[in-house]
T-cell receptor
């Protein structure tokens, strides 16, 4: 079975500093990987995806993620964090049929 | 990006009553939609896959008679929580993606906060 893991329940960074939210995956075959963000009492917003191609994927709101096959990781990054980036972040892998398997979620807190 | 609209955003109902939640794809046709449940500060748990024109596929442990799913058209799926109990209180989210492609992202509704009193 395919799965993703987010080892950190919470990440705290200061505004202006770079941020990283970690994700590792376990899949058979080529992975379809996604990052989503969730604000309180809202649905999920798509940030970026990796299907094939360049290992560095650029997404919405200045976020990017690096696909690393040898380390089976797909960490989310941003060079300079904003207070408004504070939210819940989910890594996900897409299974055949289209359903998404989500990681546990990481709460990002950016302090001014 | 594509828009998925979910309604209502918040509902309070009495124990024993039924509640219907709608999920609409506004600018595309979705042969498949997904229903998730989320507890506070936790991940999304897939409940079922809703297939247009056929029966929904439920994940293990999800009661199909309690969580009725209907996907009557290519733009609408509904989730009905029947005989609701306080333990059914949760955040329910639907999603849809463009059909027939394997690499597209899913688009999510705004979610429905259900409180059973």
């Amino acid at each position: 079975a395919q799965s993703v893991a987010q080892p950190e329940d919470q990440v705290n960074v200061a505004e202006g500093n770079p941020l990283t939210v970690k994700c590792t995956y376990s899949v058979s075959g080529n992975p379809y990987l996604f990052w989503y963000v969730q604000y309180p009492n809202r649905g999920l917003q798509f940030l970026l995806k990796y299907i094939t191609g360049d290992n560095l994927v650029k997404g919405s709101y200045g976020f990017e993620a690096e696909f690393n096959k040898s380390q089976t990781s797909f960490h989310l990054k941003k060079p300079s964090a904003l207070v408004s980036d504070s939210a819940l972040y989910f890594c996900a892998v897409r299974e055949r049929g289209g359903k998404l398997i989500f990681g546990q979620g990481t709460e990002l807190s950016v302090k001014p | 990006g594509a828009v998925v609209s979910q309604h209502p955003s918040r509902v309070i109902c009495k124990s024993g009553t039924s509640v219907k939640i709608e999920c609409r794809s506004l600018d595309f046709q979705a042969t498949t939609m997904f229903w998730y449940r989320q507890f506070p500060k936790q991940s999304l748990m897939l409940m079922a896959t809703s297939n247009e024109g056929s029966k929904a596929t439920y994940e293990q442990g999800v009661e199909k008679d309690k969580f009725l799913i209907n996907h009557a058209s290519l733009t609408l799926s509904t989730l009905t929580v029947t005989s609701a109990h306080p333990e059914d209180s949760s955040f329910y989210i639907c999603s849809a993606s463009f059909p027939l492609t394997g690499n597209t992202e899913a688009f999510f509704g705004q979610g429905t906060r259900l409180t059973v009193v």
